[in-house]
């Protein structure tokens, strides 16, 4: 029992702060919610994410845009509109991930990658087969759309 109120503080610092490592990965909680997205004549299925974030999204939807390359990992757009949201540390980005960077910046990643940054999840899509050689190496048209 000493030992015990010893390192009880330690034990419930790890647990209250969540340290994130390079083994860690964000898990948000999915919705019965399906999103198509298009890219040119391939088809990727996404499940979405239960969040204040999705449900903004999924009213711009159905959305074609012309996404941008960044670091060889992700294809990303500006929205003209600003998205409530609650930007979490999520540690590791999974190819396939589908997040919000601030406020107004829909990010589609195609590489997985250890991270700092902060993203609101949105979603991620369920088979990443091909989505790689798919976008390519420069700006991509994206449909994203309710399923």
């Given at each position: ?5 010893i390192?009880?503080p330690t034990i ?5 702060t ?6 860690t990965?964000f898990?948000?909680?999915?919705i019965?919610?399906k ?7 391939s088809t ?5 994410y ?5 449900k903004?999204f999924?009213t711009l939807l159905p959305?074609?845009?012309?996404m941008s390359?960044?670091n060889?990992n992700?294809?990303?757009y500006y929205?003209d ?10 540690g590791?980005?999974?190819?396939g991930d589908i997040?919000l960077?601030?406020?107004n910046?829909?990010v589609?990643?195609y590489?997985t ?8 999840p949105?979603?991620?899509?369920d088979?990443?087969?091909g989505?790689s ?9 994206i449909?994203f759309?309710?399923?």
């Amino acid at each position: 029992m000493k030992y015990l109120l010893i390192f009880l503080p330690t034990i419930l610092s790890t647990v209250f702060t969540g340290s994130i490592n390079e083994k860690t990965t964000f898990q948000p909680t999915p919705i019965p919610s399906k999103l198509k997205i298009t890219i040119g004549t391939s088809t990727f299925e996404a499940t979405l994410y239960d969040n204040e974030t999705t449900k903004v999204f999924k009213t711009l939807l159905p959305l074609s845009i012309q996404m941008s390359e960044l670091n060889g990992n992700e294809k990303y757009y500006y929205l003209d509109s600003h998205l409530p949201s609650k930007q979490t540390q999520v540690g590791k980005i999974q190819a396939g991930d589908i997040m919000l960077y601030g406020d107004n910046c829909l990010v589609v990643f195609y590489k997985t990658f250890i991270t700092s940054y902060t993203y609101t999840p949105l979603g991620r899509i369920d088979n990443i087969t091909g989505l790689s050689a798919v976008v390519g190496a420069g700006k991509a048209a994206i449909t994203f759309e309710l399923k």
